[in-house]
């Protein structure tokens, strides 16, 4: 039995043990404020960055992850991006440590150095490669330590860099350390996001020194309606000072002579076969209208072409050429975007080529801040009053819609003189809409047989259009998943899909739902919304600490019909509601006709970045419309 002198002994001289032995990390001595809400803390996290010379730089990464649970256990593995001919990976390392310090690195299955295709889900081929190591952990806490160095030969670091120590919720940060050295002449540019301290410069003989630190940096923990983690979190964008390849350079300097080098590395990479051209020409003589021919040949790409990376030459930079696409009948983005490019000039249309940040809750572009910040290209084609935007990867996509992938957001328009920033069109309130009228008949016992017909609109059409090749019985299990619908019994239920520019598809469904309305004695409490009634409030919890951020305006309207059942009568109709806010507007009314009852609801969401303080205003308006939309009529029998 352990006294507790016994105790006390062990706790006085566990330090001395351990820094005594091969100890390091012990869990114990990480501070309790970085604790709080964290399922990881970073140990320590220091990168040396050198740029040897215009073309050539090197790259030290060592760092430290506790991890104090399994929530945070994909942050053991670790990826490291090279370039075959462009960057090499000196060396990867791993050492894993217990709670105590202790290492354990040889107990651990899968720290072996795997070296793979930087891109595995359809790709044909990439030069574009990583370094991996996927360890196995069973236990927690535990720390990983990692070390790795990669040398850039050529063209392969001339992309941005971003210093980013914490790249996760819920992980704190004890110490990190970012220093940069250069010759004269080669100093590269910096942008602070974050960074509570400047950076030092210090020269050293024929180097330049450039140094930041973070220390003691808690866990952020994520809100509801946040802006994107990148811009919440400490972190570092650096730029060369010269865009390299081969015998071409031009100083990094501006978005102009970063569309000028795209243009270099893509040159005399539009040409067609002949027959390619010839049929092109043709299909511009029998459709004298520019926007239906527009549309043709982008029809004509989406049924001969399909998605699939071929990242050869300089990995994800220079795109395949338009007659590998035409012969192969597959390309990547920049491939597929290319060829459409080079058809639409076969036939007269002029486009420009644009790089774009994709992903539905991406980070910005930082427009002040020149160079590559994509990751995807679409296409735009001027036309004299407007400009039709294309996304080329997609076989499926509606003709001139871009999505909540690409839509609204600084895209670099790529000239040769004159690469520029644009906005992608945005899908306000009126084109993100989904509207729905039920004819809904009800019984004594409180069951209902429905009748509906749900429109979707723009944005609110991605709602559906994943559904188009979806098997019946798989729609009705993901139709099920809406709320109130998991006990439906669907009778039928039936998707088509329309529109133009603007993507149209329509829901039908016949559906009955047993015991809809609670039953007391002689009295029916209906539900006033059957279809998708607004119950996602998020929690208010601890003071907010980030902006709010709404991403799209949509608005949803609804008329619903109840059939009254004989005998039955109106005991309590609700007011009707209006509730507005900053963010967003509701209405629910409810009228008696013809012993119906008629409800008419809308419900709109303003696209939004406000104050953090205006976060209890949201909660406050979700909240009572919540509220409304669980209002319930009362039926009583006649006598």
């Known amino acids: 039995m352990r006294t507790p002198l016994f105790s006390l002994f062990i706790c006085m001289m566990l330090p001395v043990l351990l820094s005594a032995g091969s100890f390091k990390y012990p869990v114990y001595v990480i501070n309790d404020s970085l604790k709080k809400n964290a ?70 299955k899968n720290t072996d150095v795997s070296d793979e295709s930087a891109i595995d889900d359809g790709i044909m081929y990439s030069d574009d490669r990583i370094k991996r190591i996927s360890p196995t952990l069973t236990s927690f806490p535990v720390t990983v330590e990692y070390e790795y160095q990669v040398t850039y030969n050529a063209f392969g670091f001339a992309v941005n860099t971003r210093w980013l120590p914490i790249q996760n919720y819920n992980t704190s940060l004890e110490w990190a350390t970012l220093t940069i050295k250069n010759a004269p002449g080669l100093t590269p540019t910096f942008m602070e996001i974050n960074i509570p301290k400047g950076s030092e410069e210090v020269g050293k003989s024929s180097k330049i020194y450039h140094k930041w630190s973070l220390d003691r940096i808690p866990a952020f923990s994520e809100e509801a309606f946040s802006p994107p983690i990148l811009e919440l979190i400490p972190n570092l964008m650096i730029r060369p000072a010269y865009l390299v390849y081969n015998s071409y350079e031009l100083p990094y300097d501006s978005w102009s002579n970063f569309g000028k080098f795209n243009s270099y590395l893509n040159s005399g990479r539009d040409e067609l076969p002949a027959a390619t051209v010839a049929a092109m020409k043709a299909m511009a003589s029998a459709t004298p209208d520019k926007k239906e021919l527009i549309q043709k040949i982008y029809r004509f790409m989406q049924k001969k072409t399909r998605y699939v990376g071929v990242e050869d030459g300089i990995g994800g930079w220079q795109t395949a050429t338009a007659t590998f696409v035409d012969t192969k009948g597959y390309g990547d983005c920049k491939g597929l975007v290319n060829y459409t490019y080079a058809l639409l000039k076969a036939a007269g249309v002029e486009s420009v080529q644009t790089l774009a940040k994709a992903g539905r809750d991406t980070d910005p572009i930082i427009s002040d801040f020149s160079g590559n910040q994509f990751n995807h290209v679409i296409l735009c084609v001027p036309l004299e009053k407007d400009s039709i935007w294309l996304e080329c990867t997609d076989q499926e996509q509606p003709f001139g819609f871009l999505g909540s992938f690409t839509n609204n957001r600084d895209v670099l328009l790529l000239k040769e003189n004159d690469s520029k920033l644009v906005r992608t069109p945005e899908y306000g309130l009126i084109l993100n809409k989904r509207s729905r009228k039920a004819e809904i008949t009800l019984d004594k016992s409180g069951n209902i047989h429905a009748k509906s017909n749900a429109h979707f609109y723009g944005l609110a059409f991605e709602e559906i259009e994943r559904l188009k090749q979806m098997p019946a019985e798989e729609k009705k299990k993901d139709f099920r998943k809406k709320p109130g619908m998991a006990d439906a019994e669907i009778i039928q239920l039936n998707y088509s899909f329309g529109g133009g520019i603007i993507p149209e598809g329509d829901e039908a469904t016949e559906l009955n739902i047993y015991n809809y309305a609670s039953v007391s004695q002689n009295r029916l409490f209906i539900p006033l919304i059957l279809f998708s009634p607004f119950k996602d409030v998020p929690a208010t919890g601890e003071k907010r600490q980030y902006p709010v951020f709404v991403r799209n305006s949509k608005m949803n309207a609804d008329t619903l019909v109840f059939a009254i059942p004989e005998g039955l009568k109106i005991e309590f109709k609700p007011e009707d509601i209006l509730l507005e806010s900053i963010f967003g507007k509701y209405s629910l009314k409810t009228e008696i006709k013809d012993n119906q009852i008629h409800v008419y609801r809308t419900f709109a969401i303003y696209r939004k970045l406000a104050d953090a303080s205006t976060f209890t205003d949201l909660t406050s308006f979700l909240r009572k419309v919540a509220k409304a939309d669980a209002t319930k009529i009362v039926l009583t029998t006649s006598n």
Request: proline share 0%.
């Open 39 to 108: 399922h990881a803390v970073i140990r320590e996290h220091h990168t040396e960055i050198e740029y040897i010379d215009k073309a050539r730089s090197r790259c030290y990464v060592h760092y430290a992850v506790t991890i104090l649970n399994q929530k945070a256990e994909e942050q053991a593995d670790e990826v490291v991006f090279y370039s075959e001919g462009a960057s090499r990976v000196d060396f990867l390392r791993i050492h894993i440590f217990d709670g105590l310090g202790k290492e354990i690195t040889k107990d651990i």
